[in-house]
């Protein structure tokens, strides 16, 4: 039998982007309604059971930052911050070469910039003579410790890509090697040769603006569909409001305006609705055809091409990395970094290797991919070598973000010609790439404008 419900917003997916845009209007006292199509709520960021070790894993690793404002903001509203702890700074071990021989780059708690120019002129990864480049990029934390973020990005060149802006600020290719590609990659998932630079300075802007603390990296320590999910989800029903799983959501239109969603045999009327869905999903989620209003958004979501992430999951025998650092970067070698998991699962010898702008490795066979993945992990973490392989889990993500290159598709702005219609997701206009914060961001703006 057909149901009518009210409600005061409609939010289609339950990503980042649509749990924190239900959760910012449920704390307004809003009546919100979630749909998600997948059975799993978070997106890209989520989790599942993996049948033969029983652990939890997740679709790929996340990391946070102190600069997540509202990524940090959203957790505490929803009694979560407590699952990925920030660190007081900046650390980053780094590992490489045919004896993979570990670096580690500790940034001071002193003011921004200084922090990160003390530690890259004392971190022995890169020659002395190389350190001594990290004055040219001094100018650029200058800027970002008296400018907004997005106003230091605005200066950039769209033209270039990130290889082509730190050549320019005469950064050699040790220090490209060993910090700024590795970070770019993290940041950008795509190559910096094919990235423009312009989000890579804007998450710099962000990472070493005048809060110190700003680039100390935060792990999450539960599951990724327990970090932020189902707290968001508990927040929202507290609240009065829905969430759907495995319920595709159909939007009507009459003229210029929504006239309502449709789930089955549900019909939602509500005075806003956000789509919260990936650019490859915003064209199916019409009862019809796209708007004509919204044509240019329709037409620049189907060209934005997508940048794969892939995760191969390794579990020893025996703990094989030290508890601190609980991730390493990894020069020379297929895979891009290593986490442990042993926060998250209790006990050692679980290992995830990840290579973010995978797009030479997503259709290779698996056995390849843990092979490689083995192989690098033998060689930066010298317990492995005494260790045995018991089990290997490949994860893909072929849609993990989307290109930033420099002529890529505009992305669109949160308010939309159509009435009662607004946008949230990474993939919008936020000046970030395809991060946490940047769904978080996204999903905030568009409850601020409901």
Excluded at 121 to 142: E, I, Y
Excluded at 365 to 392: C, G, I, K, S, W
Aim: proline share 7%; aromatic share 6%; net charge neutral.
């Amino acid at each position: 039998m057909a149901e009518l419900v009210q409600a005061d917003a409609v939010i289609i997916g339950a990503g980042c982007a649509g749990l924190a845009a239900a959760v910012r209007l449920s704390g307004r006292g809003a009546k919100v309604v979630v749909v998600e199509q997948a059975p799993r709520l978070g997106g890209r960021a989520t989790s599942f059971v993996d049948r033969e070790s029983g652990e939890r894993v997740d679709n790929g690793q996340h990391v946070l930052f102190g600069c997540y404002r509202e990524t940090y903001k959203l957790l505490n509203d929803i009694g979560a911050a407590d699952h990925a702890p920030l660190e007081r700074t900046l650390q980053l071990t780094m590992a490489g070469g045919l004896d993979g021989k570990s670096f580690h780059l500790h940034c001071p708690e002193l003011p921004s910039p200084w922090h990160l120019m003390f530690g890259l002129l004392t971190w022995s990864a890169v020659p002395v003579v190389d350190r001594l480049a990290a004055r040219h990029m001094k100018g650029l934390l200058q800027d970002a410790h008296r400018r907004r973020p997005e106003d230091v990005a605005a200066g950039v060149d769209p033209s270039l890509t990130v290889t082509d802006w730190l050549t320019a600020r005469h950064q050699p290719a040790s220090m490209r090697k060993w910090l700024w590609n590795p970070l770019a990659y993290a940041a950008l998932n795509q190559s910096p040769d094919d990235a423009a630079a312009r989000p890579f300075v804007r998450v710099l802007a962000e990472m070493f603006g005048p809060d110190p603390h700003a680039a100390a990296v935060g792990l999450p320590r539960v599951p990724l569909d327990e970090l932020m999910a189902a707290p968001a989800v508990e927040y929202i029903q507290a609240r009065g409001g829905t969430v759907l799983t495995k319920r595709p959501a159909r939007i009507a239109v009459n003229g210029e305006r929504i006239a309502s969603v449709k789930v089955g045999d549900t019909t939602i009327r509500a005075a806003t609705v956000i789509s919260a869905v990936p650019w490859h999903a915003f064209s199916g989620i019409w009862e019809e055809s796209v708007p004509a209003s919204l044509g240019d958004v329709a037409r620049n979501a189907a060209g934005m091409r997508s940048t794969p992430i892939v995760t191969v999951n390794l579990w020893f025998d025996r703990a094989v990395m030290a508890r601190r650092p609980s991730f390493l970067g990894v020069s020379d070698g297929t895979m891009q970094w290593v986490f442990d998991r042993e926060a998250i699962t209790g006990t050692g010898g679980h290992l995830s290797a990840v290579s973010s702008g995978a797009v030479d490795l997503v259709r290779l066979e698996n056995d390849d991919l843990v092979a490689r993945a083995e192989a690098d992990v033998r060689r930066v973490l010298p317990a492995a070598a005494r260790a045995t392989l018991t089990r290997a889990l490949v994860v893909r993500e072929p849609r993990a973000g989307f290109s930033l290159a420099p002529n890529a598709p505009p992305r669109p702005k949160t308010i939309t010609p159509l009435q009662g219609f607004l946008l949230a997701g990474d993939w919008t206009d936020t000046g970030l790439p395809a991060t946490i914060e940047g769904a978080v961001r996204s999903g905030v703006a568009a409850a601020a404008r409901a």
